[in-house]
């Protein structure tokens, strides 16, 4: 039929494949798929492909999913808007409101010119959050989208593949996990993790095919074993037995910092039951088989997750000694399971009533959660309040309230009222008092202690709470009750952090700070250091607005100025990493006082005769310095260039209890994360500690932090500093 749009039939067979899924409304779906043919045509894919696949892919994968005929029109239709003559309008006028606004949902913004790429990431992203409030089925399109974009990834440059698997991994695997589509969540983060980290990747793919034969034979086995057992009993069930997705076991070797052998759930067996009373009667057989893992067993049939996920886990050691994961549900569990949200249009026809509320109610909430907050904290935060794992504790009225993992009892009083948050002055966790600070675990209960005569929120908790729910409504106290305060907190710490940054005398400049005022939107200085006091606007911002503002002044001056015109202007080059303005290749060492990394801040001290010397801004050493009248005028500004290429040794000390394989278990941190290791020597204290020094060839202050974290898990470590010799 389509035989001369120059379409392969794989494809066309597709489309006809969904026609006959819906045949009742062939007609309004054959105009969407020719609509969006005749919109894309002459235009090709990277792969050198007519683009017309990519929309009939994705529409392919909303039919798989189970959604329903607006859901794939829109997936036909989904980058009309975006890269064709089509308007919003036409798609209206075509298909109606709902379907354009699916497609409308997914179109980026466009045409609209933002200061940073964060900004312009946030706008696009909370345009879509806005839409999804109003129909959930926006961020299906989307994830549609997003999953075959990373199957065909191999065309894009590195660059871009590695962009696009990391907004996936961020942003759009969280969204299916909250979504409870999990078989597309799986696929969305096991392709993105080949890209971001191929090694990993490859590391337990082989591992896992190398143990194939293994694995299978023991999962027959087991399959085998509980089938007879509930056949013997006379329950109804079906077994399915299975190896765990490569990136959860990922997860667990690098961000647990286990070992193969210490993943429980590399083989997981599934039981499907007839009904609720089943799910826990084979439990009962399954502890009856195999001899249960103690602290193993969680319920979440009785206490399921925010995402909807009910299911019964166990673990138990096989015979062979082998330890596995059993998870019990029934049918409806199991769809719910595999397709979340999807499972309501699959089996039910879509959302209804009260349903639909509690559907929204997280979207609402989240953006709600986001209206104070800046461009570049916005994916971070979003992030947090969408990540998987949570903490579920208790009102002492039994009430359940489900946080953020690391949540600590004032996010707790928050999420209950900002009144009780604001008038908080302790808490009790299973009746005893805890630190504000406390980490709450689950199924705790916890008793907010609140007082007529508090006098507020603490600042410090900003640095405390997980959630930003808490950490807004902190904030909004601030912003209205304490303006004074907040001028004076925000003076102090902009006045400081353009010290640091060599701009005071920029910003004095009334020129550079009008301009910066007339940027950031805000109608004086009061208002600045206002905003800056109770957290709505980041230090970081306003600096980069000075520099950016003194930079264009010095320029029109320059120009200006007769006598400057014959000067080149010079153009800051990088030299081992970092770049000093104004210098062109100037030899560069790094201070052996602070030992400064890729996102530490840092300052230039030119020495004599040898090139300037890079040294951290918090370093003693440059306050010392720049207080000397002397050599006042020799610091000048640096900053990194692009380091991702280059390796840093970084002196750490870490202390343990003397043991034998301490070090080895030191090492294998180092090997596991593919960080070299540059002098290491270490002697034993008089206390039973050892103390190691140990160089680390890390690429950055994250790559630092992460590896610092992960020597801490290490049994028996006392202490892992970073040193300054
Ligand atoms: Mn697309």
Known sequence: MYENSGVEKVYLDKVEEIFTHHEDERGILTQAFEFALNAHSGQLRKSGEPYIIHPISVAYIIDEWGFDTESIMAGFLHDTVEDTDVTYQDVEGRFGKSVADLVDGVTKLGHVVYQSREEEQMEDLRKMFIAMAKDIRVIVIKLADCTHNIRTIEFKSVEKQRKKALEIMEIYAPLAHRLGMQSAKWELEDRSLKVLDPVGYEEIDSYLRDRSETFSKFLDRTKKDIENKLREQGVQGQVKARLKQIYSIYRKLYGQNLTFSEIYDICATRVIVKDLASCYAVLGLIHDLYTPVPGRFKDYISSPKPN??????TVVIGKE????????????????????????????????????????AWVRQLLENQQDVEPEEFVQSIKVDMFADEVYVFTPGGKVINLPQGSTPIDFAYAIHSEVGNSMVGARVNGKIVNFDYKLKNGEIVDIITSKTSDGPKRRWLQIVKTNSAKTKIRQWYKKERREENIEEGRTELERELRVNLLF??????????????????????????????????VAKVVTKVKEEAARLAKTRE??????????????????????????????????????????RIVGFITRGSGASIHRADCPNVARGMGDGESEGRWVKAYWADTRHQTFDVPLVVEIKTRVGAISDIISVFTNMHINVGKLNGRDMEDGISRYNIEAGVNSIEQLDLLMNRIRKISGVSDVQRTHE
């Open 308 to 313: 909807g996920y009910k299911s019964l886990h």
């Open 321 to 360: 000694g082998i330890p596995f994961e059993v998870q019990i549900r029934t049918e409806e569990m199991d769809r719910t399971a595999e397709y979340g949200i999807a499972a309501h249009w699959k089996y039910k026809g879509g959302l209804k009533g009260e349903q639909k509320e509690e559907a929204f």
């Open 505 to 538: 005398d920029d910003f004095s400049d009334e020129e550079v700070k009008n301009k910066v005022l007339e940027r950031l939107k805000v109608a004086n200085l009061d208002d600045l250091y206002a905003g800056i006091g109770y957290g709505g606007m980041t």
């Open 559 to 600: 120009a200006l100025d007769p006598e400057k015109l014959i000067k080149k202007p010079k153009k800051p080059s990088g030299t081992n990493g970092v770049v000093i303005e104004g210098i062109d290749n100037i030899l560069v060492k790094f201070a052996k006082c602070c030992n400064p990394l890729p996102g530490d």
